[in-house]
């Protein structure tokens, strides 16, 4: 065949091999050889590509596709048709969680041609686009921005979407870099779109560095920035004392970011830093002493909780904070005193916080008001609540999973298994497994979130 290539009799051949034989494979390469040999038409390429494709070799399919789809050329319908299905399955190779480089560098090549072109491409097709070239490792922050603006002008009903895929994107590749500078050029392209800005914030702490934190809220954003944040954030300037006192707030809800994602060392850096700023600031406080606490180290989170329910007295997560405290030091009951007032163990604290709405509807908080029933021997008491609790984990189970936080989900079904245990063992009379006190267990056998709960909005 190499020597004196005849078509015709290839073609025969194949004809022979696929409808006589049944040797499809063998037919197929013999339709590639032949298509490759021949002098392409459009049909001919749009077959030599999609066959091309059928054997994973992408960069070739994409070639050819570029080869015989010149910007003057006007298709019909069918070949239209035709052309789309090829590129759709460009696209689907390239966004396959096992996409190799080829794929990706492939769809990306032909889209960008059709792009330069002026083609007119479906939002959903620009859309993907950005998540394939945000795949590509040479693609800039400001090219796949810039990508992601293309789709929301060609979808402004839609426009927000299309601009936050530039974030989605990026974050799914975890190029937290790149996403901080993408999440910058966006927010400050958009200035009336506080929401980019707050993606910023988020982005700042997915680095899970609590130095380039401190950086983004007390250098790096501006004053105007930082009010707009903060009136997104509901952060009063004048409740917290002017600007410095908002760059501290920011910076405090850069740290719960950090502890909501997972990463309790760098927020607890940032809680301290914010703590060097403001001393008295109840919430970082609360959630620095809540981590020392699950992390066993009592006599470090004593103080802080302490400060924490003296500033924010009306908080259920502070109130839970200082009455787990008391339940892990084993003073689950009130003692008293000679003169003065009883002193408050952890079954006053955690009442305090479930009479307020917030506080009745977290499971966690009415779990550990459980505990302290059962530590109590109030066992009726101790079912009502566990039962109250598992009813309130479910609900934020079902939540956590719609918003895709795994490790998140993972905590919570394991609290709901440990609710569903302890409501068993009471039923049969045994020994429920509830938290222990520090004398049982050091280290304690829970990992929470600092401020038992989400982050503010």
Same mark, same amino acid.
């Given at each position: 065949?190499?020597?004196?290539?005849?078509?015709?009799?290839?073609?025969?051949?194949?004809?022979?091999?696929?409808?006589?034989?049944?040797?499809?494979?063998?037919?197929?390469?013999?339709?590639?050889?032949?298509?490759?040999?021949?002098?392409?038409?459009?049909?001919?390429?749009?077959?030599?590509?999609?066959? @091309?494709? +059928?054997?994973?070799? #992408?960069?070739? $399919?994409? &070639?050819?596709?570029? %080869?015989?789809?010149?910007?003057? *050329? =006007? !298709?019909?319908?069918?070949?239209?048709?035709?052309?789309?299905?090829?590129?759709?399955? @460009?696209? +689907?190779?390239?966004? #396959?969680?096992? $996409?190799? &480089?080829?794929?990706? %560098?492939?769809?990306?090549?032909? *889209? =960008? !041609?059709?792009?330069?072109?002026?083609?007119?491409?479906?939002?959903?097709?620009?859309?993907?686009?950005?998540?394939?070239?945000?795949?590509?490792?040479?693609?800039?922050?400001?090219?796949?921005?810039?990508?992601?603006?293309?789709?929301?002008?060609?979808?402004?009903?839609?426009?927000?979407?299309?601009?936050?895929?530039?974030?989605?994107?990026?974050?799914?590749?975890?190029?937290?870099?790149?996403?901080?500078?993408?999440?910058?050029?966006?927010?400050?392209?958009?200035?009336?779109?506080?929401?980019?800005?707050?993606?910023?914030?988020?982005?700042?702490?997915?680095?899970?560095?609590?130095?380039?934190?401190?950086?983004?809220?007390?250098?790096?954003?501006?004053?105007?920035?930082?009010?707009?944040?903060?009136?997104?954030?509901?952060?009063?300037?004048?409740?917290?004392?002017?600007?410095?006192?908002?760059?501290?707030?920011?910076?405090?809800?850069?740290?719960?970011?950090?502890?909501?994602?997972?990463?309790?060392?760098?927020?607890?850096?940032?809680?301290?830093?914010?703590?060097?700023?403001?001393?008295?600031?109840?919430?970082?406080?609360?959630?620095?002493?809540?981590?020392?606490?699950?992390?066993?180290?009592?006599?470090?989170?004593?103080?802080?909780?302490?400060?924490?329910?003296?500033?924010?007295?009306?908080?259920?997560?502070?109130?839970?904070?200082?009455?787990?405290?008391?339940?892990?030091?084993?003073?689950?009951?009130?003692?008293?005193?000679?003169?003065?007032?009883?002193?408050?163990?952890?079954?006053?604290?955690?009442?305090?916080?479930?009479?307020?709405?917030?506080?009745?509807?977290?499971?966690?908080?009415?779990?550990?008001?459980?505990?302290?029933?059962?530590?109590?021997?109030?066992?009726?008491?101790?079912?009502?609540?566990?039962?109250?609790?598992?009813?309130?984990?479910?609900?934020?189970?079902?939540?956590?999973?719609?918003?895709?936080?795994?490790?998140?989900?993972?905590?919570?079904?394991?609290?709901?298994?440990?609710?569903?245990?302890?409501?068993?063992?009471?039923?049969?009379?045994?020994?429920?497994?509830?938290?222990?006190?520090?004398?049982?267990?050091?280290?304690?056998?829970?990992?929470?979130?600092?401020?038992?709960?989400?982050?503010?909005?």
């Amino acid at each position: 065949l190499d020597r004196a290539f005849d078509p015709v009799l290839a073609k025969r051949r194949e004809s022979l091999l696929r409808d006589v034989l049944d040797r499809g494979p063998e037919a197929n390469d013999l339709l590639l050889l032949r298509l490759q040999k021949s002098q392409r038409g459009l049909e001919a390429g749009l077959d030599l590509a999609k066959l @091309l494709l +059928t054997r994973e070799r #992408h960069e070739e $399919a994409a &070639a050819e596709l570029a %080869r015989i789809l010149p910007p003057e *050329l =006007q !298709l019909t319908r069918p070949q239209a048709q035709a052309a789309s299905g090829l590129m759709a399955e @460009l696209i +689907t190779a390239a966004l #396959h969680p096992d $996409a190799d &480089a080829g794929a990706v %560098r492939a769809a990306e090549d032909m *889209l =960008q !041609l059709f792009v330069d072109q002026d083609r007119v491409l479906a939002p959903q097709v620009l859309a993907q686009r950005v998540y394939i070239m945000a795949r590509r490792p040479d693609r800039t922050p400001r090219q796949i921005v810039e990508a992601a603006e293309r789709t929301a002008l060609a979808d402004p009903d839609n426009k927000l979407t299309r601009l936050a895929d530039a974030l989605r994107a990026l974050r799914q590749q975890d190029r937290r870099a790149d996403l901080v500078e993408a999440s910058t050029l966006l927010s400050r392209a958009h200035p009336d779109n506080d929401l980019l800005l707050d993606q910023r914030l988020a982005s700042v702490a997915n680095l899970r560095d609590a130095d380039a934190a401190v950086a983004f809220a007390l250098e790096q954003l501006s004053d105007a920035e930082a009010l707009r944040l903060a009136k997104y954030r509901r952060i009063d300037p004048e409740a917290v004392g002017g600007m410095g006192g908002v760059r501290t707030e920011l910076l405090y809800h850069t740290g719960i970011e950090l502890r909501v994602a997972g990463h309790a060392e760098a927020s607890r850096r940032v809680y301290r830093a914010v703590l060097e700023r403001d001393d008295a600031h109840g919430m970082a406080a609360n959630n620095l002493g809540y981590d020392l606490l699950e992390s066993g180290d009592l006599a470090g989170a004593e103080p802080l909780l302490e400060l924490a329910a003296e500033r924010e007295p009306a908080s259920p997560n502070v109130l839970d904070s200082i009455g787990w405290l008391r339940y892990r030091q084993g003073r689950f009951a009130d003692t008293p005193r000679v003169n003065g007032p009883d002193v408050p163990g952890a079954r006053t604290w955690l009442l305090r916080a479930v009479e307020r709405p917030e506080g009745a509807a977290n499971g966690v908080l009415l779990d550990h008001l459980a505990d302290t029933h059962y530590r109590l021997g109030e066992l009726d008491l101790a079912g009502i609540r566990w039962k109250q609790a598992e009813a309130r984990v479910r609900d934020s189970l079902r939540l956590l999973r719609q918003r895709g936080n795994a490790a998140r989900v993972a905590e919570m079904a394991r609290r709901q298994q440990n609710i569903a245990e302890k409501l068993a063992a009471l039923d049969r009379g045994a020994p429920a497994p509830v938290a222990p006190i520090a004398e049982e267990d050091p280290a304690g056998d829970e990992a929470e979130d600092a401020d038992g709960g989400e982050p503010p909005q």
